[in-house]
């Protein structure tokens, strides 16, 4: 009897997170087909099919930790826009250097460890599996959460390492050294220098 209630629960999670899978999946080939017929439309495309996922404040919250408190309202608000045009630079970077590569991708999906503990019993992992021609494959993993009826992304893990780790880490000596005014001035500054 129990083993059937395990059952039954696990099929109606398959059911309630396959949508998520579904979204990364159409996301990441219609990103692909479109960037291999024109790579000069890598801006358009990225703004058209991967900002939608991503939710920008959230990840803002998680990169800045305790600092994401002491910010003022003013600071939040310039620090997300400076972060989200961070991420779809470099975002965008590397799929213009990965033009010309033959990319595959295949997508299982799975629930975090200690889900409960962090205080999302709605979280998911995406587990993506990136193929690229005479390279070794890649693991991308997708951390998402359900937002007023869709699925939003919060944290990319590329071969294990958490972006919102990496960045916390670098914007953490930063903000000690900077203060938040100076982290936001000098992500300004990077992307209007490599935009």
């Known amino acids: 009897m129990i083993a059937l209630l395990m059952a039954g629960t696990l099929n109606a999670w398959a059911a309630d997170y396959g949508e998520a899978k579904a979204l990364i999946e159409d996301s990441i080939n219609e990103g692909l087909k479109t960037f291999k017929a024109d790579p000069s439309q890598a801006y358009k495309l990225v703004d058209k099919v991967v900002l939608p996922l991503f939710d920008f404040v959230k990840m803002s919250k998680l990169v800045l930790g305790r600092n994401w408190r002491k910010a003022t309202r ?9 972060f989200r045009a961070l991420l779809v630079r470099t975002y965008t970077t590397a799929l213009v250097k990965r033009a010309k590569t033959d990319i595959k991708v295949s997508v299982s999906y799975e629930k975090p460890i200690n889900v409960r503990r962090r205080g999302c019993s ?3 992992i995406l587990k993506t599996h990136v193929k690229l021609s005479g390279k ?12 007023k009826g869709k699925w939003k992304v919060y944290n990319v893990s590329v071969g294990g390492v958490s972006l919102v780790t990496t960045y916390r880490n670098e914007f953490k000596n930063d903000v000690r050294t900077k203060g938040i005014n100076g ?6 500054k990077q992307n209007r220098k490599k935009s």
């Open 74 to 82: 003013e600071q939040k608000k310039r620090f997300v826009i400076e």
């Open 122 to 124: 709605d979280c998911i």
């Open 136 to 147: 070794r494959p890649v693991n991308v993993d997708y951390a998402m959460y359900p937002k």
């Open 183 to 188: 982290l936001i001035n000098k992500i300004k």
